[in-house]
């Protein structure tokens, strides 16, 4: 594939140039639909399946279907991250693709690497971006990586344990109350200083820079290759923008047309707001405002309303939107945990609580081939979804105390 020569709107395809993430696509805001751009490619000779090589080991391998070649990236070797099979959520045998072993333990380096690689290549004098979490420590990372500044905006309840994750990078991290008023400051530096933002900045949602999403592509050329180039059935994966619900439609949408894969996987959005799950059910483009009575212990998947490029993720690949409360989440989150040795943040759980819930309804069927996609790494929200750090009890030196303490503490007698 060639190099990107412009960027095209998702809903419409009207084209705008490769700088235009700034701007929303005036056709479709006529519509009374805010939609995001991605990024487009002059049409070039199918490319062979059989030229990737494993080198260099990380998502970049796959560079030629990506916006810059790996001799231009920043990188801190994300992707290539292993699938692993756990049980215990009412379907048998279970794929898991573990994001967490990326560098900033969280998946969202997929995206962080190639925005910021990008504003590296055209210049751009800092890095920007307004984000409860993992998509801040993701490119606070990269952009120490690239000798950027970086500036997160933030709020004041984001999780403990990743603000320091941001600030331990180096990035100037700011807490702004109003998610309005986060993207109002952001999208006035965007303007003035040719700050490059990586993550939403402007309202109604559409979703990320989409240089960025283009990151997103490899977990779908990754879970195909790791399946034979025998795709799943379903690809299930906590969703607030939809960002990477996007970018792996795109990319198995890519290995369809290429005839790399012979189907897209259905795509399943674990949500919280059940704005999705209520544009799946109506006509509308636009997935409605749904408020919540109070705030979900899963931050970083907690907005009320989807995005259009999330919907038109589902409705193209025959998905589903399945919406979760904090209890299925925490029950999933610690069932992983205790029963499989997977720490996840708790967001992340929602896919598996996902699949509990969809077996029961005989929705996935016994034999489907299913791979759960785990976001983040449990050490992220410690202490503050719900987790309350665990102490240890003291105990002497001697066989006796350490008995006791096991049977009193937790109830393990030998
Ligand atoms: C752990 C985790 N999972 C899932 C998501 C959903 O991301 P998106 O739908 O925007 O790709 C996020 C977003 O912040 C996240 O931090
Ligand atoms: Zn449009």
């Known amino acids: 594939m060639t190099q990107p020569d412009s960027l095209e709107c998702i809903r419409c395809q009207q084209v705008y140039p490769l700088d235009a993430y700034d701007r929303l696509c005036a ?54 991250t292993p699938m692993i099979s756990v049980d215990g959520f009412g ?10 072993r990326n560098p900033t333990w969280s998946f969202k380096d997929r995206l962080a690497t190639v925005a910021v690689s990008w504003a590296k290549s ?31 905006l933030t709020y004041k309840g984001a999780a403990g ?39 939403p900045f402007f309202g109604p949602a559409i979703g990320s820079n989409p240089i960025g999403i283009e990151g997103y592509k490899t977990l779908a050329y990754e879970i195909a290759e790791q399946s034979g180039w025998n795709p799943p059935d379903w690809c299930i994966l906590p969703v607030c923008y939809g960002d990477a619900l996007y970018g792996m439609w795109k990319g198995f949408d890519e290995m369809v047309r290429w005839g790399w894969i012979g189907k897209m996987p259905r795509l399943v959005a674990a949500e919280i ?4 799950s209520a544009a799946m059910a109506g006509k509308a483009d636009m997935p409605p405002v749904v408020s919540r009575n109070s705030k979900s212990i899963a931050g970083s998947i907690d907005v009320t309303q989807g995005t259009f490029q999330a919907h038109a993720a589902l409705r193209q ?72 750090p665990q102490g240890a009890p003291d105990v002497t030196p ?16 030998v």
């Open 273 to 276: 707001s059940g704005s999705l």
């Open 27 to 80: 056709a479709c805001s006529a519509d009374g639909v805010s939609s995001n751009l991605t990024v487009a490619y002059p049409d070039a000779a199918v490319p062979d399946r059989e030229m990737l090589t494993h080198s260099p080991h990380s998502l970049w391998r796959y560079d030629q279907f990506l916006p810059l070649a790996a001799a231009d990236a920043v990188t801190l070797g994300e992707g290539m």
């Open 122 to 152: 055209i210049g751009a004098p800092a890095i920007a971006t307004s984000s409860t979490g993992n998509a801040g420590a993701a490119a606070a990372a990269y952009a120490a990586r690239a000798g950027l500044p970086c500036v997160v």
């Open 398 to 413: 001697d066989l006796e105390s350490v008995l006791r303490a096991l049977g009193e503490h937790y109830d393990y007698n």
């Open 317 to 388: 690949s025959d998905g589903i939107a399945i919406t979760l409360a904090d209890e299925d989440l925490v029950r999933a989150r610690n069932k992983l945990a205790t029963g499989s040795g997977l720490s996840v943040e708790t967001s992340s759980a929602a896919a598996f609580a996902a699949v509990d819930t969809l077996s029961a309804h005989d929705v996935i069927r016994p034999g489907d081939d299913v791979v759960a996609i785990l976001t983040a790494s449990g050490l992220k929200d410690f202490g503050v979804a719900g987790i309350e």
């Open 91 to 100: 379907h048998g045998p279970l794929r898991v693709k573990d994001e967490s």
């Open 161 to 199: 344990a990743i603000v320091s994750q941001m600030r331990s990078y180096g990035a100037m991290v700011l807490t702004v109350p109003a998610m309005d008023d986060r993207w109002r400051v952001l999208s006035a530096a965007v303007a003035q200083f040719g700050w490059f933002p990586t993550s």
